[in-house]
């Protein structure tokens, strides 16, 4: 028999909205959304240690975030409460994405805290319910969670996997964060973009596809614009979810590599591939079921 596992390391991917469509406003005032979702081989990256205490030590401490608020520490008192668990665990946190970016950082800390923790404390929940509990922690968790690039609607938990192509791509960061909120207020945000079907939004594919909240983050936000206006010298470049981040779609590493070498020192860029299978699913060996709900949608 082989003793229980007490550490685990695993990686907490970046995403991308390939495309995002706004088509309307919940009662509750979040925004439905259609939106297809895919996965960087690069991102943040998480190291879990066991507790029998039942504390959560989390380090290091985020700028700006205090350690109760942080959505590593939340996911993990949340699966404690839900099943009464009386296991803890030491984190490290090793952040390289950006926050505010539009990468889903915070997102994706949270789900492969779910994953690990629910592993490592040996609790059995499934996918679905893992999926279905960080879902009060941020709309982007559930993706994180499934771990297949995917078709989205509803706030982003209505999930359909689907595969993308899956091109290199350098993702700019214009050195300023755009607050979420700010760009679902804005009034002149497009919010009526008629609903389409999932077939007819990968037809297209890449050059037909557009972010709806480009314009809005780009006029409250004039160095997004600006480096907008750079990077789309260079490639087809678009915003990620509320921003601040853009990304260059590419031909290949070579044009990647000859971007970075431009980008001025004003700015933060990588250069990353695109994943339909999430990089943490591909380290945990995990065989991604379909996300629930998916028979229902299409
Ligand atoms: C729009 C996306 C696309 O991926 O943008 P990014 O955050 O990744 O840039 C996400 O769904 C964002 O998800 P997330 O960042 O988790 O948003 P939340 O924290 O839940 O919401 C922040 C605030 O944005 C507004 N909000 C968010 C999502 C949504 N579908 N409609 C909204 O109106 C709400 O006012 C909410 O209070
Ligand atoms: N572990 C975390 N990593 C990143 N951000 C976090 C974390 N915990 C809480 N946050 C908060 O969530 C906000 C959104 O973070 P993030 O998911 O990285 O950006 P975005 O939603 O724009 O992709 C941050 O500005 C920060 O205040």
Not at 119 to 126: A, D, N, T, V
Not at 177 to 185: G, I, K, L, Y
């Amino acid at each position: 028999m082989t003793a229980p596992q007490t550490t685990l390391t695993l990686p907490a991917p970046a995403k991308l909205n390939r495309m995002l469509h706004i088509t309307g406003r919940r009662a509750d005032g979040y925004h439905e959304l259609q939106t297809l979702f895919q996965f960087l081989d690069h991102g943040d990256t998480l190291h879990f240690s066991l507790r029998d205490d039942g504390k959560i030590h989390l380090t290091p401490a985020l700028p700006e975030v205090a350690t109760e608020a942080n959505l590593i520490v939340r996911a993990a008192r949340m699966l404690q409460t839900d099943r009464g668990c009386r296991l803890g665990a030491d984190i490290r946190l090793d952040k390289r994405l950006p926050m505010g970016g539009g990468l889903g950082g915070g997102s994706s800390n949270a789900a492969t805290t779910l994953l690990a923790l629910n592993h490592l404390w040996q609790l059995g929940l499934s996918q679905a319910q893992l999926a279905e509990l960080g879902l009060s922690l941020g709309a982007d968790v559930p993706v994180f969670v499934h771990g297949h690039a995917a078709w989205a609607e509803g706030i982003g938990e209505r999930l359909t996997p689907v595969e993308l192509d899956t091109p290199w791509f350098v993702v700019l960061h214009p050195g300023i964060a755009v607050a979420t909120a700010s760009v679902f207020n804005a009034p002149q945000l497009t919010r009526d973009t008629p609903h389409i079907s999932m077939a007819r939004a990968l037809q297209g594919g890449a050059p037909a596809w557009r972010n709806d909240c480009q314009a809005t983050v780009c006029e409250r936000y004039p160095e997004v614009a600006k480096a907008l206006d750079w990077l789309s010298g260079l490639a087809p470049t678009m915003l990620t979810g509320t921003g601040a981040c853009l990304f260059a779609r590419l031909t290949d590493e070579r044009q990647a590599d000859s971007i970075l070498q431009r980008v001025g020192s004003d700015w933060h860029a990588f250069k990353a591939k695109g994943c339909n299978l999430s990089p943490l699913h591909a380290a945990l060996g995990c065989h991604v079921t379909p996300a629930k709900g998916q028979a229902e949608h299409h």
